[in-house]
């Protein structure tokens, strides 16, 4: 009973080898289809990976050529930009010290004149103190002369007066001299007048002689009145001596 017991043990435990043994085959079979598989999927992985990469390198060179074409193209630009700029600079120091010159030039120009103002300042003051002096010394002169001005001009207007007073009384003695000779020459035309009138008369009383239309006596008597009137007439009209100037 008991070498019964021990050999269906051992059948059982045969089996279950046998069991477990094709199990075993069968897991390593489909390990092996799993790993044959997944080295596919690794193979096909890998050439992807490989594909990939190319193309990632392809792209890495394009990019690397533009990338080296923009650094290129920037840098030109940035050439450009630094050369503009140093141009710029440089301007901008020239007009900088173009402008500090101008500064320097007015504050030198200010300077100068806020001294000439001073000296003006201070030239103005001597001036108007001078000025002042001066009015004041003038202001003295001109009420010293105008005190000498008034007395002369009242002692002028005295002289004036008195001068005034002498030339009327001259010129009154000038025109009683002068109306005294109008007279004389008056006179003297009107005894010219009754000459030439008592002339005349001779004349015609000589043509009625020798006319015959008289006689002798006639024309001797007539004559002789005649001669007689002209004789009165010269001596009542006989020019007066004129007074002398200094004798008004």
Not at 13 to 38: F, H, N, P, W
Not at 52 to 57: G, S
Request: aromatic content about 4%; hydrophobic content about 35%.
């Amino acid at each position: 009973m008991a070498g019964t017991s021990d050999t269906t043990t051992m059948t059982e435990l045969m089996s279950k080898l046998t069991e477990r043994g094709q199990q075993l085959l069968m897991s390593e079979q489909i390990a092996k289809a799993s790993i044959d598989e997944v080295k596919g999927q690794v193979n096909t992985a890998a050439a992807d990976m490989m594909e990939l990469k190319r193309r990632l390198e392809q792209e890495y060179k394009v990019y690397l050529a533009q990338n080296e074409k923009n650094l290129r193209e920037t840098a030109l630009a940035c050439h450009q930009r630094v050369r503009q700029a140093e141009s710029e600079r440089r301007a901008a120091q020239a007009m900088a010290a173009q402008v500090l010159m101008r500064q320097k030039a007015e504050e030198d120009r200010i300077a100068t004149l806020q001294l000439q103002i001073q000296n003006l300042e201070s030239h103005l003051k001597f001036r108007t103190d001078a000025g002042k002096t001066e009015l004041a010394s003038l202001n003295r002169m001109m009420d010293t002369r105008v005190r000498r001005v008034d007395a002369q001009s009242e002692s002028r207007v005295v002289g004036m007066t008195q001068h005034a007073r002498d030339l009327e009384r001259k010129c009154r003695g000038a025109l009683r001299e002068v109306e005294g000779e109008m007279q004389e020459q008056l006179a003297s035309a009107h005894l010219r007048a009754e000459g030439r009138a008592r002339w005349k008369e001779l004349c015609r009383l000589a043509d009625g002689w020798l006319d015959t239309e008289m006689s002798d006596s006639t024309y001797k008597t007539v004559k002789a009145e005649l001669l007689d009137l002209w004789k009165v007439q010269t001596t009542s009209h006989m020019p007066r001596p004129s007074p002398m100037p200094w004798m008004h």
